[in-house]
């Protein structure tokens, strides 16, 4: 297959609406979610779960952007209520409206492996209107959001994945494999590998080349604010 990406909706019952969130543990301080990037735009929090542990109960009530980069079986509790299981699928990015429905909860690793999650929290304003989407070769568009849209790339071994100047900030996660990328006039390519990110600021391009056999898997958030 061509695509590595299954851009489903995680299990409904993994993300419970809990009603207003209380004043409780914010889930950037939650231990398991490492704050490893922020400006303006957004914040990556980086979330690792061993196996058999939980998070402490925490509450999420800024709009995010969820990427999933295991197939792990979950439960979530919401305070108060009985824990609900599901599973997650790797490649799966979804939008998260926690700052119209704030969810308060713990989360529980019940694989034999490790959970990898980015919550992708999204700190500007929202625009009134989704932004325009734009087609380049080898970038597929996703799904669309008012604060941001979404594409995949596949860069085979050794392929190249160009993206014009865009007038708007962009992020791009590994999902799988590797690549090298290249921002703007810069002719030094940086490394980036699976469950790592490169910022791109407003009004630059890069090229991607992609490194793995078979193939390396990027998600492209194009962030409309």
């Excluded at 980015?118 to 929202?126: F, Q, R």
Aim: with cysteine; proline share 7%; net charge negative.
């Amino acid at each position: 297959m061509r695509y590595l990406f299954c851009f489903f909706l995680l299990i409904e019952s993994l993300w419970p609406n809990h009603g207003h969130a209380q004043a409780q543990l914010p889930v950037k301080q939650e231990p398991r979610h490492r704050n490893v990037f922020e400006n303006g735009f957004l914040r990556i929090l980086d979330v690792h779960i061993l196996p058999k542990d939980t998070t402490l109960f925490h509450y999420h009530s800024t709009p995010s952007v969820i990427v999933i980069f295991t197939n792990s079986k979950l439960s979530t509790e919401a305070s108060g209520e009985s824990p609900e299981s599901g599973y997650t699928v790797p490649g799966s990015v979804t939008y998260a409206a926690f700052d119209v429905s704030p969810v308060y909860h713990r989360v529980i690793n019940n694989d034999t492996a490790e959970f990898h999650v980015m919550d992708i929290e999204l700190l500007g304003k929202a625009a009134e209107t989704k932004g325009p989407v734009f087609h380049e070769s080898d970038i597929i568009p996703a799904w669309q959001e008012n604060r941001v849209n979404t594409y995949t790339i596949f860069a085979e071994s050794g392929q190249v994945v160009k993206k014009s100047n865009s007038p708007t900030p962009m992020l791009l996660i590994c999902i799988t494999g590797s690549g090298t990328i290249t921002v703007g006039n810069s002719t030094s390519p940086v490394p980036i590998s699976s469950g790592n990110y490169f910022w791109i600021d407003r009004g630059s391009g890069f090229q991607l080349t992609g490194q793995s056999i078979p193939g390396s898997g990027y998600v492209l958030l194009d962030l409309n604010q």
